[in-house]
């Protein structure tokens, strides 16, 4: 059986990294600040807002939430925006997309500054992941990613690792993010020819399609490390996009769903708050 790649412990492991950051900005008279803005009340927005808070609390990082109508206007959520680029008293931004249709979604992720992007949406942000450079953040699903491997000493090095999906919030940064851990990677998707061969071939295994079980038990092979990103419902019960009784015969190790990297999602945006707290207050 496979060994299961929990959450739990890199979260705390993380939320330790963010204390020590806390305790070094207080003694500056700096308290980190996230603020959650929320267009309408979405239950999923709504279930990640109630994590995002809860880790706030338990880790010491204050919050503000910003909590807009349905019906609020593209040039007031906007206004909204500007002005928490201006407060410096804000650190990071959690917008929670995607926005209602009516809304130019570009142009709001546009007017947020890189600076306080801390769940990576921006362009900026984006930039900083595909280019190395390390400005902005990357996007909070795609670093916990990285953070379970780290956690748990898997070397990147020199691995074959193939990413099953190719979005923008995970897809593509993750992929990002594992070549600058010097792994060769392939990016697959839904339209993938032969797409169980491919996988088979991998040493290390990304599911983030978001479709339960796509990648099911012709896709795995003896050895392989499986980070499941995604979260489904079929029955009414929470599943990943890996066929995980099957994989578990095969593979060496895997995260489970849940339980998994959805658990350590809202330890890394904290943390983003904490880092860019302290980027924020460098002369300080």
Same mark, same amino acid.
Do not use: W, Y
């Given at each position: 059986?496979?060994?299961?790649?929990?959450?739990?412990?890199? *979260?705390?492991? =993380?939320?330790?990294?963010s204390r020590a950051g806390i305790e070094t900005l207080l003694e500056k008279g700096v308290a980190p600040t996230l603020a959650l803005v929320r267009v309408g009340a979405r239950e999923d927005d709504i279930a990640y807002e109630n994590g995002a808070v809860k880790r706030c609390e338990r880790v010491g990082v204050s919050y503000k939430k910003v909590t807009l109508p349905a019906d609020i206007s593209q040039e007031?959520? &906007?206004?909204? =925006?500007?002005?928490?680029?201006?407060d410096a008293t804000i650190h990071g931004v959690l917008l929670f997309l995607p926005l209602p249709k009516r809304f130019d979604g570009d142009a709001v992720r546009a007017a947020l500054s890189p600076e306080k992007d801390v769940d990576g949406v921006t362009e900026g942000s984006l930039a900083g992941v595909f280019t190395g450079s390390g400005k902005g953040f990357a996007p909070c699903t795609a670093q916990a990613c990285i953070e379970i491997l780290d956690h748990y000493g898997y !070397?990147?090095? %020199?691995?074959?690792? +193939?990413? /099953? %999906?190719?979005?923008? +919030? @995970? #897809?593509?940064?993750?992929?990002?993010?594992? &070549? %600058?851990?010097?792994?060769? +990677?392939?990016?697959?998707?839904?339209?993938?020819?032969?797409?169980?061969? $491919? @996988?088979?071939?991998?040493?290390?295994?990304?599911?983030?399609a978001g479709k339960p079980k796509v990648v099911d038990g012709e896709c795995?092979?003896?050895?392989?490390?499986? +980070? !499941? @990103?995604?979260?489904?419902? $079929?029955?009414?019960?929470?599943? %990943?996009?890996?066929?995980? !009784? *099957?994989?578990?015969?095969?593979? *060496? *190790? =895997?995260?489970? /769903?849940?339980? #998994?990297? #959805?658990?350590?999602?809202?330890?890394?945006?904290?943390n983003h708050v904490v880092e860019a707290a302290l980027r924020a207050n460098k002369g300080l």
């Open positions: 059986m496979a060994v299961e790649l929990k959450g739990a412990p890199v *979260a705390k492991a =993380i939320d330790e990294r007031a959520l &906007l206004e909204t =925006i500007e002005d928490l680029n201006r !070397d990147c090095k %020199g691995k074959r690792a +193939v990413v /099953v %999906g190719r979005s923008l +919030v @995970v #897809g593509k940064p993750v992929a990002m993010l594992l &070549l %600058g851990k010097n792994a060769t +990677v392939t990016v697959c998707h839904t339209k993938t020819a032969e797409l169980p061969a $491919v @996988v088979r071939g991998a040493e290390l295994v990304v599911t983030a795995f092979s003896e050895g392989q490390t499986v +980070v !499941d @990103v995604g979260i489904n419902f $079929v029955d009414g019960v929470m599943c %990943g996009d890996a066929d995980f !009784d *099957a994989a578990s015969q095969k593979v *060496a *190790a =895997i995260t489970p /769903v849940p339980g #998994g990297v #959805g658990t350590v999602t809202t330890s890394v945006l904290v």
